[in-house]
């Protein structure tokens, strides 16, 4: 103890101080204690830091985690689509667009199972049909949903049957049209947007010449008979008939708001006019009319051409207001965060609305979500999705045109109509109307179905399609009716 003492007395008595200003002394002593605090604070905040950046290390590889999937499909490596093609795969490139598509062609001597034995018979009672069909399916589906009823269909029609992918779809190319349509652009013109239904309708009849066919039978599923039917509309003489399976037409979106409320201001202003004019009857009643009659019809027409101004003003102003709304969404539609935005839709939702889409989802095997799932390999597809996306809410073409469904009543080929009863997407109801809307065409429902009727009840389905084509393709006296009659309208 003493000598600890000893030790510590020379160190703290005030004598072995050098001889130096109290306050100088004090000042170092401080300074030695800050210092060492310093050190400890930075020793603190170097651990701090290090583990903050494992707990990032760990947030990043947790996130890369998730984003490595997509509705099941490893994102880490994603191929060029023509790298998944399948055996019977065919490509063809279609204003810069490398188009995947299927063609299966009828095969009458080929040795056909039990179940087939139906279609045989259909086929040759039907093989004097001759038209080809081509195939157009829905939002997120691909050449692999028609795979089950592509042979089938060509041994009723006894000639070729062709599916091709839609761009953003199946296995065609992945266009960037965001750098194709940039201003930094050489090309003046303006190019086709490969996502439009109008490059898809540009695409469908490309095929039927690919075909070697004056005409051909259009079958459209869901957002597919969208494009058969504006098809039709295109060149009409090269449709031999429409078949619509489970169709999106009379969808609820596709009415506009905008559009809405300048039917309002019409209705509103032919009422003001009725009132006018019933107004304007009575005050013409009086053969002699006083000065105070005369100056309030006066009035009462002045009044009418300054509401119908301030009506025509306001139309112009909502006419500008949409446009700058079509503007602002259709740059929100192509960013970054649209694409984002995608693949959460996806994730999340992606393999309950393959299940929500058959009245048995039971019956979807592993081979189903692969086929449906396999495109999300392709490179570029979410940017693709968006791009569709944009495309299908705000298409500028389509301002010029007269909205499909107020030509309906304009088809005049033989339109054949199936649905299922369990169609969750697309109502039956739904189905009704458009067949009523269309005249002269069959209407058929296929019972404990959901929104695929031709890969949930595939013999269903190809009877319902035979039947159609038999009763107004079935011959060429037949063709020649229907092709005199279509003359007449």
Known sequence: MSG?????SPVFHLSNFPRRPFSEVVENKIFMLHSTHKHALLRAAASASSAADYSGEWVDAKTKQRRRKIAGVDQDELLDPTLLADPDSCFCEFKGVVIHHKVCDADPQAEKPLENQAYSQLAHQTKTIGFPMILLHG???????WNRVMKPLAQITGSKVLAFDRPAFGLTSRVNFSEQSSPSNQNNTRPLNPYSTAFSVLATLHFIDL???DKAILVGHSAGSIVAVNSYFEAPERVAALILVAPAILAPLSVPKMAKRNRLWKVEGNQLGIDDQIQEDSVNSNIHENPLIRFCKILSKLSKYIVGAIMQMMRRAANMLESLYRK???????SAFAVMLVRMIIDKFGIAAIRNSWHDPGQITDHVLHGYTKPLRAKGWDRALAEYTAALLIDPASESKIPLVKRLDEISCPVLIVTGDNDRLVPSWNADRLSRAIPGSCFEVIKHCGHLPHEERVEEFVTIVEKFLRNFL??????GMQAASSSVY
Do not use: D
């Open 4 to 8: 600890l003492v000893q030790l510590a």
């Open 139 to 145: 939002f997120g589906a691909s050449v692999f949903s």
């Open 211 to 213: 075909l070697a066919a």
């Open 328 to 334: 602002a969404l259709y740059t929100i539609l192509r």
């Open 474 to 479: 079935g011959g060429p006296e037949k063709q």
